[in-house]
């Protein structure tokens, strides 16, 4: 470990520990831990606005189906570098990986949260198996992939602690967990749409699709090329002084990806598009909710996949940004509408759905403790840059 | 509290469901067990006493009913099953004209292919040869799938319970039935708006009353059929859109529509593989090609460098010898021209 | 097999193990085949 020569800036610099940084994801992480004492000591009732006619709301809603979505980079980036031999994208992949780690890692801790009794979270498995269930299918995908994510993640580590018989090994693994990870990939994300298949009647139409899993998996592509951008476009700055490729090489990473999420954007419009005609749902644009369904498409879609392609043709880093932004709103926008904003869209009770402060701290709780760990890795191990021992190994 | 708006529509969604269904993966049909029991509610004869959610609270042992059954002002909101209260009677009012408003009990269906058992990844509900869908809570995760499955909005859950919450449901007094008694509502309904029996002796009663008094119903048994038929039928003398019951949907079982997709899991599986090695085999013989074809060029540029190389200092060495020879025969040309010149002085 | 919750859960159950046995199956496969080739 001495003879890495990155020199991080430490954390506990001249201030020690009370950095500005520290003490605020200090406050929303013990904020989140208290309201999640009180999930525990009184109910579901006490810390969501969760009812009867919505059982789903934003822990499902943002930890579950749009964490899942937005970890896409992972595979979306090993894939592109191990599979399909875009070595130019490999100073990336750590990263990305290390976004997707911690992306499904909240994604449990979600469900944590939410569950009404997580401790049987190994039921399915151990106990008793429901395999009819779309949801017994993404929690056996999802945590064969957390694992597959973190033995992805451990080259970092053993490279960090000198162990070079365990890099070697986890290292000659990279292309079978690559293919199992896109296996898993393409299985949870297009299953977390096909989970609303079964509530047609729940579900407004222009959301609701017979091919709603192949619309879940093409938009969680996009999400994780837009989420490699925003992650990138942080780290990057946060973590300069390691990064070790010259600008213009990142340059041409981001372009490259914003080449790709246009691509998939496109294909994503013209699903969508494709779906209003095989349900023949057209009448439906003019009502409100059709209006609502055009803001989504057009300006979470459309309006992102027309500014990633200006941005890669006229080489503009800031406009490619800006969209990466724009898809992962849209991107949540979309998962919470087919959740809890378009769900139940016309129950009989006329219930609505909005969740409540304490949902959202915890929600902004467990993205803090995300960047923290991200940072706290980074800091440390080669994730932004290569080891001086493995470079140029896979 | 009109819903005419509910039925217009549900129309709209039965017209898009009742085509482009999606299948299960088998063609085969199931009857589901035989002889299993049912209720019919017929609407038409109920009269808003909720007799039902007395007794159904007192079979269960639930709290009592909040306010008094002869409470009018309960009817003004559309109430829904709650953890404590497992069925609840609402009054369907249309607005437009002056006829009687309707009456319906709502509670869970019993489905025939039950959603809420397709979507439970615990498998804690099991349909039950005697009719009831039932819930074991033993197995409960609380994940609320379910909950959100349900089509006619039946489940509930215990939200107020940190630890041991449950979901909650109308169970068709299950515990009686095996007995041989009615279930606590159906015994409970003092005008006989809810029968219970065997489910095909049902659906033919439900046709006797439509042959006797043919002005007073719609000719269509709800739950029949509808995503493949449920043990609570309803009966009605209007529009069942009107009643939040969807009718137009498709007679496919949801779990048919739920699964359909998961058929895709075995085959990806067993694609990918050869799919991705096939690809990253692709990728890595695309890459030895262009590096051989790079060091083909580097090779034969260098080669071409060389060949010219040597050609130049070929052509220096001639040119130098030329030079030398040319050197050579000028200084013997002086040479002999001086001795000329020595010669005749 | 009266209903068919009970046929898809029977299936599906299979299914799953089946998938599960082919896909691990693949990796000898690959080896036997691609053995020679790291031979020269």
């Known amino acids: 470990m001495s003879d890495v020569t990155v020199d991080a800036v430490p954390v506990a610099g001249r201030t020690g520990w009370l950095t500005p940084f520290n003490i605020i994801t200090g406050i929303i992480l013990a904020g989140g831990a208290i309201i999640l004492g009180i999930r525990f000591t009184h109910g579901l009732a006490a810390t969501t606005n969760l009812s009867n006619t919505y059982p789903w709301g934003l822990w499902i809603g943002f930890d579950v189906m749009s964490g899942v979505a937005l970890a896409a980079g992972g595979f979306v980036t090993s894939s592109a570098v191990y599979l399909f031999g875009m070595k130019e994208y490999k100073p990336v992949v750590r990263a990305a990986l290390l976004t997707g780690f911690l992306g499904y890692l909240l994604v449990v801790l979600g469900l944590l949260a939410d569950l009404g009794r997580p401790w049987r979270l190994p039921y399915p498995f151990i106990k008793s198996a429901g395999p009819t269930s779309p949801l017994f299918e993404v929690s056996l995908c999802v945590a064969l992939y957390l694992t597959v994510l973190l033995i992805e993640s451990t080259p970092a580590v053993f490279e960090w602690l000198g162990l070079k018989k365990f890099r070697k090994i986890v290292g000659s693994l990279t292309i079978a967990l690559t293919i199992f990870g896109l296996i898993l990939s393409t299985m949870h994300q297009s299953t977390l749409g096909a989970m609303v298949m079964v509530a047609p009647t729940r579900l407004h139409p222009l959301w609701y699709s017979g091919h709603i899993p192949v619309h879940f998996f093409v938009s969680a592509v996009a999400a994780g090329l837009a989420m490699v951008i925003v992650e990138g476009m942080i780290s990057h700055r946060a973590f300069h002084h390691q990064v070790e490729i010259t600008e213009e090489h990142f340059h041409r990473i981001n372009f490259g990806l914003a080449k790709a999420a246009s691509v998939a954007l496109a294909v994503y419009f013209s699903i969508k598009v494709v779906a209003l005609a095989l349900e023949d749902e057209w009448h439906l644009l003019g009502t409100g909710w059709g209006a609502y369904w055009l803001f989504e498409v057009i300006g979470f879609v459309l309006l992102p996949c027309v500014l990633f392609a200006v941005a890669f043709r006229e080489k503009r880093l800031l406009l490619a940004r800006v969209a990466a932004i724009i898809t992962v709103i849209g991107i949540m926008l979309n998962r919470f509408n087919v959740t809890f904003i378009a769900f139940n869209w016309n129950n009989p009770t006329a219930e609505t759905y909005i969740p409540n402060w304490m949902e959202i701290w915890v929600t902004v709780a467990f993205i803090t403790f995300a960047v923290v760990a991200f940072r706290w890795i980074a800091n440390r191990m080669p994730i932004m840059y290569e080891h001086p021992d493995w470079k140029g190994v896979h | ?345 | 097999m009266n209903t068919l919750f009970d046929f898809l859960t029977h299936t599906k159950g299979i299914g799953y193990i089946v998938a599960g046995i082919l896909l691990v199956s693949f990796i000898p496969f690959w080896r036997f085949l691609t053995e020679r080739e790291h031979e020269e």
Request: charged share 25%.
């Open chain 2, 1 to 345: 509290m009109t819903t005419t708006r509910r039925g217009f529509i549900g129309g709209a969604i039965g017209a898009a469901l009742s085509t482009g269904t999606v299948e299960a993966g088998t063609t085969k049909h199931f009857e589901g067990h035989p002889g299993r029991y049912g209720l019919l509610h017929d609407t038409t004869l109920c009269v808003g006493c909720r007799s039902c959610e007395v007794a159904c609270k007192e079979v269960n042992g639930l709290p009592p009913v909040e306010s008094p059954v002869d409470d009018q002002q309960v009817f003004d909101t559309t109430r829904r099953t709650t953890d404590t209260s497992l069925t609840v009677v609402n009054k369907y009012v249309d607005a437009t004209d002056d006829t009687p408003p309707v009456y319906r009990k709502l509670q869970c269906m019993h489905c025939n292919e039950p959603c809420c058992a397709t979507v439970c990844l615990v498998h804690a509900f099991e349909k039950t040869p005697e009719g009831p869908v039932l819930y074991h809570p033993e197995l409960c995760m609380g994940c609320r799938y379910c909950v959100m499955a349900c089509p006619y909005y039946a489940l509930a859950y215990e939200y107020e319970d940190p630890l041991t919450p449950k979901v909650m449901r109308c169970t068709m007094c299950y515990d009686r039935i095996k007995e041989g008694k009615l279930p606590g509502c159906a015994e409970a309904c003092p005008t006989g708006a809810i029968t219970f029996g065997e489910r095909e002796e049902l659906i033919q009663v439900a046709h006797e009353r439509f042959r006797k008094h043919p002005d007073r119903y719609v000719n269509h048994i709800f739950g029949e059929h509808e995503f493949g038929g449920t043990s609570w039928m309803v009966l009605a003398g209007g529009s069942f859109g009107e009643l939040d019951l969807d009718e137009g949907v498709t007679s496919e079982p949801l779990p048919a529509i739920a699964t359909s997709y998961l058929g895709v899991v075995p085959l990806v599986v067993t694609i990918y593989p050869g799919l991705l090695m096939g690809m990253y085999a692709f990728s890595k013989r695309h890459e030895a090609v262009a590096k051989a074809e790079r060091e083909e060029a580097v090779a034969s540029a260098v080669a071409i460098t060389e060949e010219e190389g040597r050609k130049k200092i070929a052509a220096a060495a001639e040119r130098a010898t030329k030079d030398k020879e040319r050197a050579v025969n000028m200084a013997v040309k002086k040479a002999l021209a001086e001795a000329e010149k020595g010669d005749e002085s």
